[in-house]
């Protein structure tokens, strides 16, 4: 049981915290609450079934095609719908909103609404204390670690990373440094959904794939976001594992503990932000 | 003799108010429609569309109140529908009480959720009281579902009182209902509540410092609001016999700002509008039922790229302007304003 | 002449910031642009660098509101006015903001480097970050803090050092001296003094009339939008009606 929950933990805190960390950079350099972030994710395990499935795509082969077709998808998205309404914060959630129903009902038009799955990358598994561990949850949690970490360098170790904090943290006095905005927008955008597919490519293996496999993690994606504050990557891999960890107790604790894993979740959020409306590690978001 | 004075004067208003401005005359039709339809087509089937389109109207009206002019944006409406589908569904189930008091009821337990969820709310603003708002119906959706011995889990309940009995009652209870609810709300951002309300959504902190309780106008607007949207909820589930899960879900919230963003927010009248141009067009497309979802979330999109205002506003800027120095409206084809005939070829 | 400002004129909401502002500067020069509070002077130094233009394209509604920006602003010889605000930084013309505005979240040196974003080179960003360290040896000391945690007085100094290493030519400086005790008020002017001595014009929004006029050649006197007078401090300290009405000495 502990070491289920820990498992469990470490592969869904590493998956929220790249999908909580290319939510957040958008909404921060950007202002776009972008609902449709999670519905990448979902576009890119599908990529993956059609690759290996109708094109007989090498595995490999189709999470880089997913990864970067999903990529290209987003920044034309960006590009092409909401770009020309970002000035209107309301406009662009109900936007996104849509263009993640289309997505969604795209994929049920051309894979129906079922569960579907693709083979795992790596065979075998390992007993540790009497728990069965795949290679394949061990291979999820390394790529993982590793997306993480060439986040991180990605974001403190380069110069475009540093335009992308100061962005995400003052608009205004990040022009004042001769940092054009609405490029490192588009850039933030296209990294932030390339990540998204990322995580997707490579947790596919684990879980089964199915139109509205969006919903669910968007849901805690959001919550993490807030309970670690908006635009604090450190608070988003933190609350990453909160959730993480408390979905994985209550899963394996609760009885129905899978229909409430959401409820909890998200009342730990409301929870937060009524005691600190700015998130636990939050930056309160300068008044525009 | 008064009566006569009466009824000129009524003349007098039609022909100068009402006649001469094209939304008016449309208003008045669509009403008389509403009213006059089952006499003329009493068709089964065309009633249900029409009393599923009353009862979304009201619930998009309802969202309209509370997101567009109080500006309090929520994405999460489906839990006052949920709530008031639900409650009402206990009310009849549990207590035996019948849906004239059970619907009531319903409204009032949704606007107990309203200030439920008000009182969080109050302190949030933008991105995270969008998120927070998304949140509570997914919450109440979980317990519901964890809960099957009460609220009958993924099935729902079912079995409820009829609503009246017959469709053509049926229809006309959910129509007038539709017609007063959206016309007291409509009146209510007309008056001084309604400035209030606008004053908070363009600049709360001025507000406040004027000496204006925003908070208590906040929860008024969020407490109506749940009331509207919790009785359309338990007319809904008399209507429909059932109260289950999909009251609540996260699509039953975006279809409800879908409709309103193709009305045109802050308007009342647009989110009707739009229900009940909408809504006959959804069940046309039960033929592809799998384009409809698809069909809908693009019409938004070409709605927020090209008429940000919303596809009814767009109409009515199309047919009516108001003119600059008086305010008055006019219909599009006059020269001259009708009050203070100031050209209007400028413009 | 560096910096021409021609019938500069801001309208927020249909409130009248800045009513046709004239101003100029030459190379090499102090000028202080001085006046009450809410004069519209940091609008005056956000329009001249580009921020006006950019908050009107970016915002609808809430703050942003209506906003028209008009009239013409030359830098270099060059017209700056129609110039998104970080094409202008790269012309030469640098903005320290008013209330400091680090980074908040980001250490000392990142904010450092967030100004160099626009040079390329690592050696002549390594030789302005010395220049910097030189002029500010506190900030040397704190290079690993983050910079919301420096005091209000290191974090004017890292502002004023976040500006240099955008190797300005003209340094638009707007209120240091607000909030910080006499004695570090002091040393912030005479840092100003020192990278002015560098060659750099400096065009200074200040409140601290009386240090400020010490420091100008030359002082343009704002209120309610319009420029009143402009003079040699001497000028317009012996003018008793000017200081009266708009100094208050
Ligand atoms: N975003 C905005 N929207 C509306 N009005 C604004 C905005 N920014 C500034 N103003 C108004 O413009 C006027 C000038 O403001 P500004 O900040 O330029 O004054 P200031 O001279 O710098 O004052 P201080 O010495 O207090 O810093 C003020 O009346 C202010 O209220
Ligand atoms: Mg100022």
């Given at each position: 049981m502990v070491v289920d929950i820990i498992i469990s933990t470490l592969i869904n805190g590493s998956i929220y915290s790249i999908l909580a960390i290319g939510f957040s950079l958008v909404f921060g350099v950007a202002r776009i609450i972008n609902i449709a972030h999670t519905a990448f994710y979902m576009l890119a395990a599908f990529c993956i079934y059609a690759g290996t499935n109708s094109f007989g795509l090498h595995p490999v082969l189709a999470m880089g095609a997913a990864i970067i077709f999903v990529t290209i998808l987003g920044l034309a998205s960006y590009k092409l719908i909401i770009e020309k309404i970002r000035v209107h914060p309301a406009a662009t959630i109900i936007a996104t909103i849509a263009l993640a129903m289309i997505f969604q009902e795209i994929m049920i038009l051309n894979f129906g609404a079922e569960f579907l799955s693709v083979p795992v990358l790596v065979e075998g598994f390992t007993v540790v204390f009497g728990v069965k561990i795949t290679y394949q949850q061990v291979f999820t949690f390394i790529f993982m670690v590793i997306l993480l970490i060439s986040v991180w360098f990605l974001l403190m170790k380069t110069k475009l990373g540093l335009a992308i904090r100061a962005t995400a943290q003052d608009r205004e006095t990040a022009n004042l440094m001769g940092m054009n905005e609405s490029m490192i927008a588009l850039v933030t955008i296209g990294i932030s959904v390339g990540f998204a597919g990322f995580a997707g490519a490579i947790v596919i293996p684990l879980t089964v794939i199915h139109p509205h496999m969006w919903l669910s993690p968007l849901i805690i994606m959001m919550a993490v976001v807030v309970l670690g504050g908006l635009g604090s990557i450190k608070g988003s891999i933190i609350g990453a594992f909160i959730m993480g960890l408390t979905e994985a107790i209550i899963v394996f604790l609760l009885p129905m503990g899978s229909f409430l894993k959401g409820s909890v979740a998200l009342t730990i959020l409301i929870i937060v932000l009524i005691i600190k409306p700015e998130g636990l590690f939050g930056v309160s978001i300068e008044g525009e | 003799m008064s009566i006569l004075v009466y009824l000129r004067r009524l003349f007098v208003t039609i022909k100068e108010e009402i006649i001469i401005l094209p939304t008016k005359v449309i208003t008045i039709l669509f009403i008389l429609f509403l009213l006059v339809l089952p006499v003329i087509l009493p068709d089964s089937y065309l009633m249900r569309v029409l009393i599923l389109a009353a009862i979304f109207a009201m619930l998009t009206a309802s969202w309209d109140f509370l997101?567009?002019?109080?500006?309090?944006?929520?994405?999460?409406?489906a839990l006052f529908f949920g709530v008031g589908a639900y409650s009402s569904a206990l009310f009849n189930l549990l207590l035996k009480i019948p849906p004239a008091g059970s619907i009531p009821l319903s409204g009032l337990v949704a606007v107990l959720a309203g200030l439920i969820i008000g009182f969080p709310c109050l302190r949030l603003k933008g991105i995270y009281l969008a998120l927070t708002t998304i949140a509570f119906p997914i919450i109440l959706t979980g317990v519901v579902n964890a809960l099957p011995g009460i609220t009958g889990g993924e099935l729902g309940l079912s079995g409820?009182?009829?609503?009246?009995?017959s469709r053509i009652g049926d229809y006309y209870i959910v129509t007038l209902l539709m017609l007063g609810s959206c016309t007291v709300m409509y009146k209510l951002t007309q008056s001084n509540v309604g400035i209030i309300f606008h004053a908070i959504r363009e600049d709360e902190v001025s507000l406040k410092v004027s000496g204006i309780n925003t908070t208590k106008y906040k929860l008024l607007a969020f407490c109506l609001s749940g009331l509207f949207a919790g009785i359309a909820g338990g007319v809904y589930a008399h209507f429909m016999r059932i109260a289950g899960p999909s009251t609540l879900s996260v699509s039953t919230s975006f279809t409800i700002i879908i409709y309103a963003v193709f009305g045109g927010v802050c308007t009342i009248y647009g989110s009707v509008a739009a229900v009940y141009i909408l809504f006959p067009l959804m069940e046309v497309f039960q033929l592809l039922p799998q384009f409809r979802t698809l069909f809908f979330a693009a019409i938004v999109l070409i709605i927020l790229l090209y008429m940000p205002s919303g596809f009814i506003q767009w109409i009515i800027d199309k047919i009516e302007k108001t003119c600059s120095r008086c305010g008055h409206k006019n219909h599009a084809l006059r020269k001259i304003c009708r009050f203070c005939e100031r050209p209007f070829k400028y413009y | 002449m560096q910096l021409e400002v021609i019938n500069l004129r801001v309208v927020f909401n249909k409130a009248m910031i800045l009513n046709d502002i004239n101003l100029s500067l030459n190379k090499g020069e102090l000028v202080g642009l001085v006046g009450p509070n809410g004069a519209g002077k940091s609008t005056a130094l956000k329009a001249i660098s580009g921020l006006i233009a950019w908050r009107k394209k970016v915002s609808k509604g809430i703050i942003g509101g209506d906003i028209t920006i008009d009239g013409l602003i030359v830098f270099n010889g060059e017209r700056i006015d129609e110039m998104p605000a970080h094409k202008i930084v790269s012309n030469g013309l640098v903005l320290c903001p008013e209330r400091r505005k680090p980074f908040r979240e980001m250490t000392v040196l990142d904010n450092l480097l967030a100004g160099a974003f626009l040079e390329r080179k690592k050696v002549k960003i390594k030789e302005n970050l010395d220049i910097v360290y030189q002029l500010f040896p506190k900030l040397k000391s704190r290079t690993r803090q983050i910079s919301g945690t420096l005091s209000g007085g290191e974090q004017q100094m890292l502002g004023i050092g976040r500006a240099l290493m955008s190797q300005p030519r003209l340094l638009c400086i707007d209120e240091p001296s607000i909030g910080l005790a006499p004695i570090v008020r002091a040393e912030v002017f005479e840092k100003i003094m020192e990278i002015n001595k560098r060659g750099i014009s400096i065009l200074l929004v200040e409140q601290e009339i009386s240090t400020v006029f010490k420091m100008t050649s030359r002082n343009y006197v704002i209120s309610s939008g319009q420029i009143i007078t402009e003079g040699t401090s001497e000028k317009l300290l012996n003018d008793n009606v000017i200081r009266k009405t708009y100094l208050g000495m």
């Open positions: - | 997101s567009g002019f109080a500006g309090q944006l929520n994405f999460g409406h409820l009182d009829k609503l009246t009995g | -």
